[in-house]
């Protein structure tokens, strides 16, 4: 009974991430469903979610402690796993540090994706492909002062506001 996260979509239906995966909650019929192999063949094991959020187009943006990333269809009932695409294609090397701490959408609709090695902002465009734009702390840039990052925050006047171990970053 342990949930790690919620999200409310733009239908009032209410996800949550859990230990065992990812469970919805129809406000209007009052019933849990439980995402299972089982109920939908073919979908992945999905572990312990920690992450929700929902794109402009209702695609559900789904990750887990693990640091794997899934967009899900709805209509389709597809998974489309996108792990490999994070941290500038780095192989991971622990799951601590693989992490994915926040799946955050911006004013304009973009989705954002923060793990301790950095920010992966995702590009989909308008044919539904997908590629991955990737800014950390390094020795070669001043985009942002220390790795790990820890969530990210957009003010009214459009500013994103970066929170790393070393402070914030804007």
Not at 3 to 17: E, F, Q, R, V
Request: glycine letters at 8%; charged letters at 20%.
């Amino acid at each position: 009974n342990n949930i790690y996260t919620a999200w409310i979509d733009k239908n009032d239906t209410i996800w949550l991430g859990t230990p065992e995966g990812l469970c919805k909650f129809d406000t209007h019929t009052k019933k849990f469903t439980r995402y299972t192999a089982s109920l939908f063949p073919g979908m992945p094991d999905l572990g312990n979610v920690n992450c929700i959020n929902e794109d402009d187009q209702g695609y559900l943006w789904i990750s887990n402690y693990e640091g794997k990333l899934w967009r899900y269809n709805r209509t389709t009932r597809e998974f489309l796993e996108l792990t490999s695409m994070l941290n500038g294609g780095q192989k991971q090397t622990s799951e601590f540090y693989e992490t994915i701490q926040v799946i955050y959408k911006d004013r304009v609709g973009t989705i954002w994706v923060v793990t301790p090695r950095g920010l992966n902002h995702l590009n989909v465009g308008q044919d539904k492909n997908i590629s991955v734009t990737f800014f950390k702390n390094d020795q070669s840039s001043s985009n942002l002062n220390s790795n790990p990052i820890i969530n990210m925050l957009q003010d009214s006047n459009g500013i994103f506001w970066i929170v790393t171990l070393n402070g914030l970053n804007t």
